[in-house]
């Protein structure tokens, strides 16, 4: 049994702050020096951007056996404390997280999310339900420098659907994945 | 006058006319040299000490709110930059509000790091880059009014760049700094 799987893209949300804006500069007068000063405002909004994503694949499982799948991910965040609230959805029926194979039938898989990497556990996520509270140590929208990851996600199916599932056909689907600042 | 006098008494008038007299063609002598200590200091160049600079024309740069942060920032703005020296020669020194001059802006105890350039042109978005509190030396204005309220208007470009490294890596927020330019004759 070959189990392709989600990948998603970044996604950047965007909270505006108001500027802060002062006139304060100063001209210079006529003399042996002469100096002059502005003042420079600018505003960073809060961003957030997930990357680092590969898909995920169970190839031919043993059926008796629980299967999972655990990936490093890094998540960024520019908020004071770094912090980000995930939301995950699947492509099946109103978001569920189930793969499909034609026309039989669709079979659930579970996804667990970590703050931090390396781990192969963790809160489970329910289909549009943001899993709020979480912060990141990631320093670069990337990963590039700094910590290489950040998180970890989890992808899990049942033994018992295992069962359910017929041998030979391919099962898909796709997790989407949204962090917003927090 | 007295018309009895000793010798003495005649010299000492002989004296005090020579003296009125020396007097009146020092005065002359004195209007005369005057007259051309003036015209000398009118047409001789002074010492670069003595001639003075002016920088006007200076707004706030306001970049609002940065949604891109994966790309450099800039602002630029043209001013003026008068000097009195023979070939308008200039130098210009900055620096900022942060630690030791440095070009930081703040949010609370958070900095971000920023560029300024400078190009003796008006109009220009890019120039050379300032290291704070060093002198760019070297610099000459067209301006021939200490204001630029006529002749060129502007003579400079002062350029700020927030680097879409120090973007990504500050903390979001509103910031907020002080950049100041020193002018001396060169």
Redesign the interface.
Known sequence: MKWAHAKTGSIIL??????????????????????????????????VQISGLSDVTFNAVDPMIAASSAQNVCVWS???NRGYRITASGNGSGSAFTLASGVLPVVPYSVEWAGSSGQASGTALSSGTALTGLTSTA???TCSTGATSSASLIVKMASADLQAMQAGPTYTGTLTLLVA?E | MVAVMIDGTKSQDRNLRRQIACRGVCHRLIRCFGALLVTATAVSAAPA???????????????????N??AD?WQSQS?CV?SQTANGGYNIRAFGSGTGGSFT?ASGG?T?A?EVQWSATSGQTTGTILTANTALTGLTSAATQ?VCNAGPPTTAS?I?V?RAAA???????????????????E
Do not use: C, E, W
Not at chain 1, 19 to 25: C, K, V
Not at chain 2, 173 to 182: E, K, M, P, R
């Open positions: 965007a909270f505006a702050m108001a500027s802060q804006t002062a006139h304060a500069s100063t001209q210079g007068t006529l003399g042996a020096t002469s100096t002059g000063s502005v003042t420079i405002n600018a505003s960073i909004a809060s961003r520019n908020t004071n320093t670069n929208p600042p | 000490s003595a001639q003075k600079v002016r920088i006007d024309g200076l707004v706030d740069v306001n970049f609002g709110t940065i949604a942060l994966t920032s001013i008068f802006l958070n971000l920023y200490q002062l700020v927030l973007l990504t890596s500050a903390i979001a927020g509103a910031y907020s700094g002080t950049l100041t330019l020193v002018v001396a004759p």
